[in-house]
């Protein structure tokens, strides 16, 4: 992901998409977060990515699905960054994976009656939203003892199945523009890294997964 940042800032800045191109959410160093943060980077070094998702020996299931949670947004939001330009009102009136799949937004708040939007109003919403759940520290915890909420899981999944209708969108509306920016490797392996987590948990929906379903199977079957 580091390798990304310099062409991401340069696409962002001086453009209207850097509205939608969050901060990163950082976990603080030194933190348990922090530590659990550095062991799956580890993991995910040797390359088995099944082992790399797999809750490590001793550990908390909510405090691994958070650490995990913050990594994907900072992956998904650098990923959204560097094709902004190409997300536009214009292109993408719709949010939308492919002609079978439109997505309308509602958070439940603010938004409680789904809006049609485009795409890129529809993932600034989302970003946004993600972000507020993250920097919540009811939901998401960063000091040591402080419990995680009796919900926390069902709000979990909830950003993960939105954070992968940002995948879908970048898949079937942008990837022509992945590979001129020859990111096709980087967001493949982002992506498979999203999936095999989920599905390692039990965190989205297969219904929800069906505009990506080719390819998840194609992912998954070069790993066994």
């Keep these: 992901v580091e390798g990304l940042t310099g062409n991401v800032f340069s696409l962002v800045s001086g453009s209207r998409s850097s509205k939608t191109f969050k901060p990163k959410k950082n976990i603080p160093e030194g933190s348990h977060q922090y530590e659990l943060l550095k062991h799956a980077e580890a993991t995910l070094g040797s390359g088995n990515l099944r082992q790399a998702v797999m809750l490590p020996e001793g550990e908390d299931l909510n405090e691994w ?5 913050v990594d994907f947004f900072n992956q998904i939001n ?19 994976a492919g002609p079978r799949y439109e997505y309308h937004w509602a958070d439940g708040t603010n938004i409680k ?27 998401f915890p960063s000091k040591i003892g402080v419990p995680f909420p009796k919900n926390f899981m069902s709000v979990a999944k ?3 199945k939105r954070l992968f209708r940002v995948y879908a969108h970048i898949y ?8 001129r920016l020859q990111e096709e490797a980087h967001l493949n392996t982002s992506f498979k890294h999203f999936i095999f987590f989920v599905q390692e ?22 790993d066994r």
């Design 172 to 179: 079937h509306q942008h990837f022509d523009s992945v590979m």
């Design 78 to 96: 650098m990923l959204y960054g560097t094709i902004t330009e190409f997300c536009t009102e214009a292109s993408c009136p719709v949010m939308s």
């Design 158 to 160: 909830t950003i993960l």
């Design 201 to 222: 948990f039990n965190l989205i929906d297969r219904r929800e997964l069906a505009p990506l379903q080719e390819l998840i199977e194609k992912l998954g079957s070069k």
């Design 113 to 139: 009656k789904p809006i049609k939007c485009s795409a890129p109003k529809y993932i600034d919403y989302l970003m946004t939203w993600v972000q507020d759940q993250l920097d919540d520290e009811t939901l």
């Design 65 to 69: 699905i958070a650490v995990n949670t």
